[in-house]
């Protein structure tokens, strides 16, 4: 299983960007579908995730703003971002938790990352 982000940009303050995670590969289910950010000099911080019963998380300073949403069918979780700010630019990372996967004849459940993806958000 790999998961592949993709979205991201150079954007004025106040514009959009919507961030796209796919995963590729033979999956069964995952749990948790979420997005996190990095910015220079911070620590990795949770921006929002989706859990397979559709209940929603979002970090303080996104709420109103940034929308996560998932489309099973296609193992893919979105971030729309509105009303973007320059404390928004980050490298923004997927997470998915507890995928389930067949692993020869067995079914094994693991976390993974993407590989990240720039936003930045000029002034």
């Known amino acids: 299983v790999q998961l592949q982000a993709y979205g991201g940009g150079l954007v004025q303050a106040g514009g959009s960007l919507r961030l796209s995670c796919a995963a590729s590969?033979?999956?069964?289910?995952?749990?948790?579908m979420a997005w996190y950010r990095q910015a220079i000099g911070k620590q990795r911080e949770l921006v929002a995730e989706?859990?397979?019963?559709?209940?929603?998380l979002y970090e303080d300073s996104v709420k109103g703003r940034f929308t996560i949403s998932r489309d099973n069918a296609k193992n893919t979780a979105y971030l729309q971002m509105n009303s973007l700010k320059p404390e928004d630019t980050a490298v923004y990372y997927c997470?998915?938790?507890?995928?389930?996967?067949?692993?020869?004849?067995?079914?094994?459940?693991?976390?993974?990352w993407g590989q990240g993806t720039q936003v930045t958000v000029s002034s």
């Open positions: 997470h998915f938790e507890k995928v389930r996967a067949p692993v020869g004849d067995k079914v094994r459940q693991y976390d993974y």
């Open positions: 590969g033979s999956i069964f289910s995952i749990d948790t």
């Open positions: 989706v859990n397979s019963g559709g209940r929603l």
